[in-house]
């Protein structure tokens, strides 16, 4: 039985978000219904408006984009009795299986009957949060203390993705997973490679965790001003624009891997566009291209020896082998940007140095620690709090995408995390 129609930004085409009226079902069992109050805008949100695709994800019919949000619990199916109406909730996008051996490991990040909302990879495809009221699993929505509010909130999703490399790379400690080294960021130096939103929660974390020096390098000025006059990194540093630059916005960690660049793009180059090894000297061209290029970050640092973790948050071939050369001798380097398929590796300096190369892909059981560590008496909240630079009302959702396409706004001001939704106040 339906309900009230339902208010839905849904994207038609490339380029085409049109808000209607679609009808809202009562919750089956097993879910909850939820007043969606904000929606962050991500990466794969601005590749599937641009292109209506994802990599090899392909819009295949109107779909609901959002996938980090929040909201208020309207109504509880039978059966459902972590949750009540009226109870304020982060949305947990991914919907896993539960019973595959992946899920029961705890990796159910790794689940492959994973369906995650907003995302194209199956079909039909799952709607996601960019409308009034929405019906999710109800184990997947985790409840809010008062002093976190909806946008904090919302971001728990990209710090999600945070904090699980962490925890995969040592500077947490592991949760459900003894495979997982045990570290700590105290006295430890961190390298981050990419200051959007994901490379900054990288900065804002390892600070958190006490971290003894925390340095970011970027393209983009504005962006590394922005992390350096807010405390996220201790030092910064610019480097030219290399071939490989994918697109200012990369997909998130819970995303695919993007074959096409949407807006303002850099074409790849050929000795990085390769679906084969490049010829040995090309090979020898690209990894001495990459390792001049470490040394001048090391060098503008006062670093020589390296740094003892990297984290790589941009997706682009250059940047992934510039972070094996970066990190010291027996350092680690965390791959999270997602802009590259198949990259070219120096992997015999890593073997012979013992840099331990780590991949990470979306988050699992981290929700409960992103809404405590949101919820904390310490710096970190105010700081993931900056990363909201723009709000949009759910009906200027198109005008939103447009925004965050160009990368900067009508004042020319930086745009980092936009918000959209019912709860956004302007």
């Known amino acids: 039985m339906s309900l009230p129609s339902n208010i839905a930004a849904i994207l038609f085409g490339p380029r085409d978000v049109r808000t209607e009226e679609r009808p809202i079902w009562r919750p089956t069992p097993g879910e909850a219904q939820v ?7 991500c990466g794969s949100d601005l590749h599937y408006y641009s292109d209506a695709r994802n990599g090899d994800f392909v819009v295949r019919a109107p779909l609901v984009l959002g996938h980090e949000a929040s909201g208020i619990v309207t109504a509880i199916s039978p059966g459902v009795t972590n949750l ?4 304020r909730v982060a949305i947990e996008a991914g919907i896993n299986c539960r019973s595959c051996p992946l899920c029961q490991k705890g990796r159910y990040n790794l689940c492959k009957e994973m369906r995650f909302c907003s995302s194209a990879s199956r079909y039909p495809h799952v709607d996601g949060t960019l ?32 904090i699980h490399a962490s925890r995969r790379i040592g500077l947490l400690p592991p949760r459900l997973t003894s495979y997982l080294p045990s570290s700590s960021a105290s006295n430890q130096s961190i390298l981050v490679f990419g200051v959007g939103t994901i490379g900054l929660l990288a900065c804002a974390l390892a600070k958190h965790q006490g971290a003894k020096r925390v340095v970011a390098i970027d393209i983009k000025p504005a962006r590394l001003e922005f992390a350096k006059q807010n405390g996220f990194a201790d030092d910064v540093f610019c480097v030219p624009a290399p071939d490989d630059v994918v697109s200012a916005y990369q997909p998130d960690a819970c995303c695919s891997i993007p074959t096409k660049t949407p807006g303002q793009s850099v074409p790849l180059s050929k000795s990085h566009s390769h679906s084969h090894p490049p010829p040995a000297q090309a090979a020898e061209d690209i990894l001495r291209k990459a390792q001049i290029g470490a040394m001048e970050i090391l060098s503008a640092f006062g670093a020589p020896e390296g740094f ?3 984290f790589e948050c941009t997706g682009s071939e250059s940047a992934i082998q510039m972070s094996v050369f970066a990190a010291t001798a027996g350092g680690r380097v965390m791959l999270i940007g997602m802009g590259t398929k198949n990259a070219y590796l120096p992997l015999s300096t890593a073997a012979l140095r013992e840099v331990d190369i780590f991949g990470s892909f979306r988050y699992a059981n981290t929700y409960p620690e992103a809404i405590a560590l949101l919820s904390a008496k310490s710096p970190l909240p105010k700081m993931v709090a900056k990363l ?9 959702t198109q005008k939103a995408f447009e925004m965050l396409e160009r990368g ?16 956004i106040p302007c």
């Open 408 to 423: 900067f706004d009508d004042n020319g001001g930086l745009v980092l995390k936009v918000m959209v939704g019912s709860g």
């Open 388 to 396: 909201v630079t723009h709000r949009f009302k759910l009906g200027s």
């Open 308 to 310: 003892d973790i990297v």
């Open 84 to 87: 009540k109406v009226g109870q």
């Open 35 to 41: 007043k969606v109050v904000a929606t962050g805008l």
């Open 131 to 162: 409308q009034a009221r929405f019906n999710h699993p109800a184990y997947v929505l985790h409840p809010l203390p008062d002093n976190v509010s909806f946008e904090l909130a919302a971001l728990a999703e990209p710090l999600s993705v945070l």
